[in-house]
């Protein structure tokens, strides 16, 4: 059974930083895309950005754009988020996720296959 690990989360004032990494394990698979998501309390599951295999693409929602940085290998199935300039409404449980079909649209959450634990990152005013 495939395992997304995350790690990574954390407390952190506001204006600060925090790195968090999610890898693969148990059963190899190809990955179309491989994202984070997260989901605030009291509020829905909402897209963070996405890397895409094809093209390397990249997509953020408007809300990190500049602050918030993907990256990986699809290859190896490895995806990092990189988050400067943290806000007190970037509050939420980050979840990492791989597509292992052509989906097309990752920055849907119904397009994923895989998903990690979650992450708790909490920032301070």
């Known amino acids: 059974q495939v395992q997304l690990v995350e790690s990574g989360g954390g407390l952190v004032q506001a204006g600060g930083s925090l790195r968090l990494s999610c890898a693969a394990a148990?059963?190899?698979?190809?990955?179309?895309?491989m994202g984070w998501f997260r989901r605030a309390p009291g509020k829905e599951r909402e897209f963070v950005a996405t890397?895409?295999?094809?093209?390397?693409?990249?997509y953020y929602a408007d809300s990190v754009k500049g602050r918030f940085t993907i990256s990986g290998d699809n290859a190896k199935n490895t995806v990092y988020l990189q988050m400067n300039s943290l806000k007190p409404e970037d509050t939420a449980v980050y979840f990492c996720?791989?597509?292992?079909?052509?989906?097309?649209?990752?920055?849907?959450?119904?397009?994923?296959?895989?998903w990690g634990q979650g992450t708790q990152v909490t920032v301070s005013s």
């Open positions: 996720a791989a597509a292992a079909n052509d989906y097309r649209d990752y920055r849907t959450f119904w397009n994923y296959d895989y």
């Open positions: 890397m895409e295999r094809t093209g390397g693409i990249l």
């Open positions: 148990g059963p190899s698979f190809t990955s179309f895309a």
